[in-house]
């Protein structure tokens, strides 16, 4: 799945989320590793886009950047490599569909980094990160959704025959620390759904997640 060896008590404790430490006497979780690999992802990337594209500025460089390093391409590619059967989760967590929540998956990325950095050096943890996104950069279409994925979203969708997305959005925790999670339905159905500390990253979020199941081939 990886192509390289994590130590195993590394590798537990990246997939370790915060309610399934909680429930487990405090045990050690996921969001210290989380930190260490988000940095690890953001140089890995600047790095590779400033080095690939010597022609593109750098207001582009930077918008290709937020688009590869979101939750919603870091929980693509989750799923892609089936990280959430594999994750550790509090049985709350469990029965509301954690190992399907974009912030949980993305998390998980972000840590499984972190462990690889701590593991087998900054190299093959920069190495992995490449692999990683490897499936995002083979999509042309991807960095002009990334831009204004709201509307890519509407337009892809409408050219299907699907109809107009509609959101939900539903907030959590403190006024001062706020989180967003937003759903998108097509024809009524939901098909994907995004996080973030604003109504309006939530709904790009999820927009950019909707798009890219729109965008999967049919088996």
Same mark, same amino acid.
């Given at each position: ?56 500025? /750098? ?7 937020? $688009?590869?390093?979101?939750? +919603? @391409?870091? !929980?693509?590619?989750?799923?892609? =490599? ?27 990325? /972000? ?7 701590? $593991?087998?050096?900054?190299? +093959? @943890?920069? !190495?992995?990160?490449?692999?990683? =996104? ?86």
């Amino acid at each position: 799945m990886l192509q390289l060896e994590i130590e195993p008590e590394l590798l537990t404790l990246a997939l370790t989320h915060r309610s399934y430490a909680y429930e487990n006497g405090g045990i050690g979780h996921n969001e210290r590793l989380e930190f260490l690999g988000d940095s690890i992802l953001g140089q890995a990337v600047t790095v590779m886009l400033y080095l690939e594209n010597p022609n593109v500025d /750098e207001g582009e460089l930077a918008k290709r950047r937020a $688009s590869l390093v979101s939750s +919603a @391409a870091l !929980a693509e590619i989750a799923v892609h =490599i089936e990280l959430g059967r594999y994750m550790l989760l509090g049985r709350g967590e469990e029965l509301t569909g954690g190992r399907e929540k974009q912030s949980i998956l993305a998390d998980a990325v /972000e840590a499984i980094i972190g462990a690889a950095y701590l $593991s087998v050096g900054p190299d +093959a @943890a920069t !190495a992995l990160v490449l692999r990683l =996104i490897s499936p995002l950069l083979a999509d042309p279409n991807r960095f002009g959704a990334a831009m204004d994925p709201k509307t890519s979203l509407q337009e892809l969708s409408t050219r299907l025959g699907k109809g107009l997305p509609q959101y939900r959005v539903t907030d959590s925790g403190p006024d001062h620390s706020k989180r967003f999670h937003a759903e998108v339905a097509l024809g009524g159905d939901a098909i994907a759904a995004g996080d973030g500390t604003s109504k309006k990253q939530a709904e790009m979020a999820a927009a950019l997640a909707a798009w890219a199941i729109l965008q999967r081939p049919k088996r």
